[in-house]
C-alpha cells in the first residue's frame, strides 16, 4: 500500500513529467487555451499513459526480452503507442465529436508525445511489475492532466487580463509555465 | 429573541439618516401639471382609457392593465388632461416614454370610493382583484405588480408572509417615517396580506436596528396578532429579498426561483399600507412617501407625494441650492442613478430624493486599473466573485460570465463602495447583462428565422414537385387525347363527370381562349392598352440607365439589361397590333 | 521454432514486429467497425451560432451551407449581418484565434434595418415575394405586396428584383425597451502601454 502512494506521489508530484521532466510540452502549451479542451485532452493523454504502460510492459515482457530484441524497445513502443493513439481518437470521434474537434491535430500527435515514451521505456529501465508499471503510467497521466488543468485555468485568466502588449499570448503563457516548473521544484526530496 | 442569521459580505456606509426625520410627514402644494409615465412597473405599459381635455377626478381610472403582468393608472388629484404624448421619464438612459399629464384644478377631489371593512370573509380572489383595480405594485424599488405576485398559485403554498421595513440604503427614511405614524393601518394591511395567502403559519416584520422608534410604534399594535418583529443589526443590504429572507429564516433562495417557489412571499412594508388603504378605504395608490434629503436642499423631510409630481416641485419647495450640489439622484447614494433633468416625476417607486452637495458626495474619481486585492468578493452579499466577473466583462466573455453566475447580482453596489481603484463595477455588471440578454433575443430571433427559411425551402420544393407532377398530368391526358376519339370522350366524360379529368379541363380552357379570341375590338383595346404602358416602363426605365451611367453605379448591366428586355417587349406588343390590324 | 529464432537475430527482429503489427492492426481494425461515426454534428453546431438571415453576403446561398464549408475549413470572417460577435463565438467553439471581419464581404452596421415598399409605387409583381428567403413579403399577384416587419431580416435580397426600385431599407428605430448599458472606458493605463497603441487616446492625468 505505501508503495503505490510512493509510486503515485513520485509521478504526480515530485518527477511530474511536464514541469520537472520537461517532457510533453506540446499538448501543454498547445491545448491550453481554454478549460474544457484542456480537461478533455487531459483525460485523452492518461487513458493513453495507462494503457501505453500495461500494453508497453506486456511486449517488453512476453516478446522483447525473451527474444533478446531490446534493441527492438523504441520502435516497438512506438507501434504500441500509435494503435493505442489510434483507438483513443477512434473512442473519442464517437463519444464526443465537439471534443474530437476541439483537440483537432493534437490527438494524434499524442504518438508522438515524448512524455507517453518516456514512460514506457522509464518503466522498462527501473525493472518494475506489471502492476507497478501500469500505476507509474497512471500516475504519470494523474500529474500531466493536473498541471494542464491548472495551467489553462490560468491562461484563460490571463486572456481576460489587463497583459502588456508585448507580453500577451506565448510570452506570458511560458513565464507562467516556468514559473509553475519552479514552484514544482519544491517538491523534490520529498520522497 | 427570535433568531437571526448573518448574511455574507456587506458593507456600513454612513447612515445618514438623522437630517430627514426631524419632523414627521409633510404635505406638499399640490403641483400645477402632474405627469404619470404610463409604465412605472415590471410588465407591460398600461393603455390611456382618456381623452386630451377630459376632466377627471382624483382616484379615477386614466390608463387600463395590459395584460396580466401590467397595472392601471389612476389620477393623483383632480384636474384636466393635458397631454398624453411622450416625455421625459426618471430613466437612465434620458429617453422619453409614453405619460399622460393633467393640470391639477386645486380642488383635489377624490371620485366616489368605498372599500370594505369585512376582509377575512371576502375570497382571495376578489381582495387580489381589488389590489390590481388599484394599481399597485412592489414600492420597495422593484416595481412588481402586486396582485401578480401575492398570487402564487394553488401549486405554491405560502407559509411564510415577510413584511420588508428593513430600508438598509443610506438616507432614505420613508418606511421608517410611515411606520412611526401609521403602524396601526400598517398592521391592518399585514393582516389583510395574510387573508389573501391564506392565512400562513409565520409571518414576521424584518426591521434593522438602527430604527428604534419605528420597533416601539409597531409594538402596541402586533400585541397578540401572531405577527413578530423581529429586528436584526444594521447592515448594507439586508434589505434585498434574498438577503432578508436568508436574514429573518436561514433559507437560500436557490438562484432563478421565486420566494413563492420556497413558500414565502416578501412584501414592502409601504406597500403594505397601500393595500390597506385600497381594500379597507377603497383608495387606488395616488401617492407615496418620498424622503427629500442631501445637504444642497435647505429642509430634508419625508413628504406623502402624488404620482407624477415633478421632482423640480419637490426640490423648489425644500429650498434646493443648485450650485451647492452637482446632482439630483432618484434613490440613495449606493443602487440610485443620477437624473437627467429635474423635470421628470416621481413615479411609484421613488423612495428617496437625494440633492447631496459636493462635500457629501464628491464627483466620481477616476478609475484606474484592478489590483486584484479581492476587497469586492468580501463585499459582496450574494457571494459572487465581483473580480471576476468585472474581468471577464471587460473581455466581453459571456460564457465565463453566466458561469459565475452573473445573473445572480443584485447590482447593491457594496462591491463598487469598497473598490480601492474606484471602478465602477455594477455598470460593467449591468452592460455585461444587456449585453447577453439582447445576444438572447437575438438567437431568438436567429432560429425563428430559420425556420421560416426551412419552411419556406420546402414551400418551394412542394410547389415544384406538383408543378412537374401537374405538368406529367397533363402530358399524358394529351397522349390519351390524341389517341382516343372524340366520341368515345363524350361517353367517359358523361361517366366520370365528379371527377375531371385533365382532358375537360384543357377542353374547357381552350374553349375559354377561343371565346376570348373572339373579340377583335377587345383585343386591339387590350394591345394599345398593353402598349402604352410598356412605352412608360421604357422610359422610367431608360432615365434610370442615365441616372446610374452619370452615377457610375454598379447597377449600370441590371439597368440596361432590364432596358433591353422592356424593349423587346413593346416590340412584340406593336407587331401584334400591326397583324391584329392587317 | 525457437532455436531458429534465437539463432537468427534479424527474423527475431522481423518476425516480433511483424507479429506485433497484425495484433495491433486487427484489434484496432475491429475497434473501427464498432466505434464508426456517420455524418458531421459539427454542422449544426456552427450553423446555430450564424444570424440565419440567409442573405448570401458570405457568398454562398443561405447560412447552412456557409457552416457546411466552415465544418471543411473555410475562413470564419464572411458574415457581415453576424458582426464580431458571431465571428468570435465561431472561434471559441472551433477554438482557432479570431480574425476581423473580411471587408471584401460586406462591412457590420450597427443599425438594424427592415424592408419597406412604398405602395404608391408597388405593381403587384410578386418578384420580391419569391426573393425574401423567410417569406417575410405578403401579397399575391396583381394584389399590394407589404413587408411583415416582425419577420424580416434585414437580409435585403428583395431590394434587387424590384422592377420599379420601390423597397426602401428603413433603419429601426431604438425604444426605451430596446437601451442598454453601454460599458463604461478602461480603467487607467499601465505604464508599459502608453507608447504604442494605446497612446492615441486621451490619458487622466492625477492632479499630483
Not at chain 2, 242 to 249: A, G, R, S
Request: with cysteine.
Amino acid at each position: 500500500m505505501q508503495e503505490f502512494a510512493v509510486i503515485l506521489v513520485s509521478s504526480i508530484l515530485i518527477n511530474n513529467y511536464v514541469l520537472v521532466q520537461f517532457l510533453g510540452l506540446c499538448p501543454f502549451m498547445g491545448v491550453s487555451n481554454k478549460l474544457e479542451s484542456a480537461i478533455g485532452m487531459a483525460a485523452a493523454t492518461t487513458f493513453v499513459l495507462t494503457l501505453t504502460a500495461m500494453a508497453s510492459y506486456v511486449v517488453n515482457a512476453l516478446v522483447l526480452e525473451p527474444l533478446g530484441l531490446i534493441y527492438l524497445r523504441t520502435i516497438a513502443f512506438i507501434l504500441v503507442i500509435a494503435a493505442v493513439v489510434q483507438f483513443t481518437k477512434m473512442f473519442i470521434e464517437k463519444t464526443s465529436p465537439l471534443l474530437y474537434r476541439v483537440l483537432g491535430v493534437f490527438l494524434p500527435l499524442i504518438t508522438t508525445n515524448c512524455a507517453v515514451l518516456g514512460v514506457a521505456l522509464q518503466n522498462t529501465s527501473k525493472d518494475l511489475n506489471f502492476a507497478q508499471s501500469s500505476l507509474y503510467g497512471f500516475g504519470a497521466g494523474a500529474g500531466f492532466s493536473l498541471v494542464l488543468i491548472f495551467f489553462s485555468a490560468m491562461r484563460e485568466r490571463l486572456a481576460a487580463a489587463d497583459v502588456p502588449v508585448s507580453f500577451r499570448g506565448a510570452a506570458i503563457a511560458m513565464i507562467t509555465a516556468g514559473l509553475m516548473s519552479l514552484a514544482f521544484m519544491g517538491f523534490s526530496g520529498l520522497v | 429573541m427570535i433568531k437571526t442569521w448573518v448574511t455574507p459580505g456587506g458593507v456600513h456606509p454612513p447612515e445618514n439618516k438623522h437630517q430627514s426625520v426631524t419632523q414627521g410627514i409633510g404635505h406638499l402644494p399640490i403641483p400645477e401639471k402632474l405627469v404619470i409615465p404610463l409604465s412605472q412597473h415590471i410588465g407591460a405599459a398600461a393603455i390611456p382609457c382618456v381623452e386630451v381635455g377630459q376632466t377627471v377626478l382624483k382616484g379615477q381610472v386614466i390608463a387600463k392593465p395590459a395584460g396580466v403582468v401590467s397595472i392601471p393608472m389612476h389620477a393623483p388629484t383632480s384636474g384636466t388632461i393635458s397631454a398624453i404624448e411622450h416625455r421625459p421619464i426618471a430613466h437612465s438612459s434620458g429617453m422619453l416614454a409614453p405619460c399622460i399629464e393633467i393640470t391639477s384644478d386645486g380642488a383635489d377631489n377624490w371620485i366616489e370610493h368605498e372599500g370594505i371593512s369585512d376582509y377575512e370573509h371576502i375570497s382571495p380572489a376578489k381582495l387580489l382583484e381589488m389590489v390590481g383595480n388599484a394599481g399597485i405594485t412592489g414600492m420597495g424599488g422593484a416595481g412588481f405588480p402586486s396582485a401578480v405576485k401575492l398570487n402564487p398559485g394553488r401549486q405554491r403554498p405560502i407559509d411564510t408572509l415577510i413584511i420588508n421595513a428593513t430600508e438598509c440604503e443610506p438616507y432614505i427614511t420613508a418606511d421608517d417615517s410611515a411606520i412611526r405614524e401609521r403602524a396601526e393601518e400598517i398592521v391592518e394591511g399585514i393582516k389583510i396580506l395574510s387573508a389573501i395567502l391564506d392565512h400562513p403559519h409565520n409571518i414576521m416584520i424584518g426591521i434593522e436596528d438602527n430604527k428604534p422608534e419605528a420597533i416601539e410604534a409597531l409594538a402596541p399594535h402586533v400585541d397578540g396578532t401572531g405577527i413578530s418583529v423581529v429586528v436584526f443589526p444594521t447592515k448594507y443590504p439586508s434589505g434585498g429579498e434574498k438577503q432578508l429572507i436568508y436574514i429573518l429564516t436561514g433559507k437560500e433562495l436557490p438562484s432563478g426561483k421565486l420566494p413563492a417557489d420556497i413558500g414565502m412571499v416578501c412584501i414592502n412594508i409601504g406597500t403594505t399600507y397601500a393595500i390597506k388603504r385600497a381594500i379597507i378605504d377603497g383608495e387606488p395608490l395616488v401617492s407615496r412617501v418620498t424622503t427629500v434629503t442631501g445637504d444642497a436642499v435647505g429642509i430634508q423631510r419625508n413628504y406623502d407625494t402624488l404620482i407624477g409630481t415633478p421632482v423640480s416641485h419637490l426640490l423648489t419647495h425644500n429650498e434646493y441650492d443648485e450650485q451647492a450640489g452637482g446632482r439630483v439622484v432618484m434613490g440613495g447614494p449606493m443602487m440610485g442613478f443620477t437624473l437627467p433633468s429635474a423635470e421628470v416625476p416621481i413615479v411609484k417607486t421613488t423612495n428617496c430624493i437625494l440633492a447631496p452637495s459636493y462635500a457629501e458626495i464628491p464627483d466620481d474619481e477616476p478609475a484606474q486599473p484592478c489590483i486584484r486585492c479581492g476587497m469586492c468578493a468580501e463585499a459582496c452579499p450574494a457571494s459572487l466573485l465581483p473580480q471576476q466577473l468585472f474581468w471577464y466583462a471587460q473581455a466581453e466573455d459571456h460564457e465565463r460570465l453566466e458561469a459565475h453566475n452573473l445573473f445572480d447580482c443584485i447590482e447593491c453596489g457594496a462591491c463598487s463602495y469598497v473598490c480601492p481603484s474606484n471602478i465602477p463595477l455594477v455598470q460593467y455588471y449591468r452592460a455585461a447583462k444587456g449585453e447577453i440578454r439582447h445576444a438572447r433575443e437575438e438567437k431568438v430571433k436567429a432560429d425563428h428565422a430559420r425556420e421560416r427559411f426551412e419552411f419556406h425551402k420546402q414551400r418551394i420544393e412542394q410547389a415544384e414537385r406538383e408543378k412537374e407532377e401537374k405538368r406529367a398530368a397533363r402530358r399524358e391526358a394529351a397522349l390519351k387525347a390524341k389517341a382516343n376519339p372524340p366520341a368515345a370522350k363524350s361517353e367517359t366524360k358523361s361517366e366520370a363527370k365528379p371527377s375531371s379529368s385533365a382532358a375537360d379541363i384543357i377542353a374547357a380552357a381552350q374553349a375559354r381562349a377561343a371565346a376570348k379570341q373572339a373579340s377583335p375590338e377587345d383585343q386591339q383595346a387590350k394591345l394599345e392598352r398593353t402598349i402604352a404602358a410598356a412605352e412608360q416602363r421604357l422610359k422610367v426605365a431608360e432615365e434610370k440607365l442615365a441616372e446610374a451611367i452619370e452615377s457610375n453605379s454598379d447597377k449600370q448591366a441590371v439597368l440596361s439589361a432590364a432596358v433591353e428586355n422592356t424593349r423587346q417587349k413593346l416590340e412584340q406588343s406593336k407587331t401584334k397590333l400591326a397583324e391584329l390590324q392587317a | 521454432m525457437i532455436e531458429l529464432i534465437s539463432q537468427n537475430p534479424i527474423l527475431a527482429a522481423l518476425a516480433a514486429l511483424v507479429g506485433l503489427a497484425i495484433v495491433f492492426g486487427a484489434l484496432l481494425g475491429f475497434a473501427a467497425e464498432k466505434f464508426k461515426v456517420e455524418g458531421d454534428p459539427i454542422v449544426e453546431q456552427i450553423d446555430e451560432l450564424l444570424p440565419q438571415t440567409q442573405c448570401g453576403q458570405c457568398g454562398f446561398p443561405g447560412c447552412r451551407p456557409y457552416a457546411e464549408s466552415i465544418a471543411n475549413g473555410d475562413e470564419i470572417n464572411k458574415c457581415p449581418p453576424g458582426g464580431q460577435s458571431t465571428i468570435n463565438a465561431i472561434a471559441s467553439l472551433l477554438d482557432v484565434p479570431a480574425p476581423e471581419l473580411d471587408a471584401e464581404h460586406g462591412e457590420e452596421s450597427d443599425v438594424k434595418t427592415v424592408a419597406y415598399i412604398r405602395e404608391d409605387e408597388c405593381i403587384g409583381c410578386t418578384k420580391c415575394i419569391q426573393a425574401c428567403p423567410v417569406d417575410a413579403i405578403m401579397g399575391a399577384a396583381k394584389f399590394m405586396h407589404t413587408v411583415i416587419t416582425d419577420e424580416c431580416t434585414g437580409c435585403d435580397l428583395c431590394v434587387e428584383p424590384c422592377p420599379v426600385d420601390c423597397i426602401d431599407m428603413l433603419p429601426v428605430v431604438e425604444t426605451i425597451a430596446d437601451w442598454r448599458w453601454s460599458i463604461p472606458p478602461k480603467p487607467g493605463l499601465i505604464a508599459t502601454d502608453k507608447r504604442g497603441e494605446l497612446a492615441n487616446q486621451p490619458v487622466e492625468e492625477d492632479a499630483a
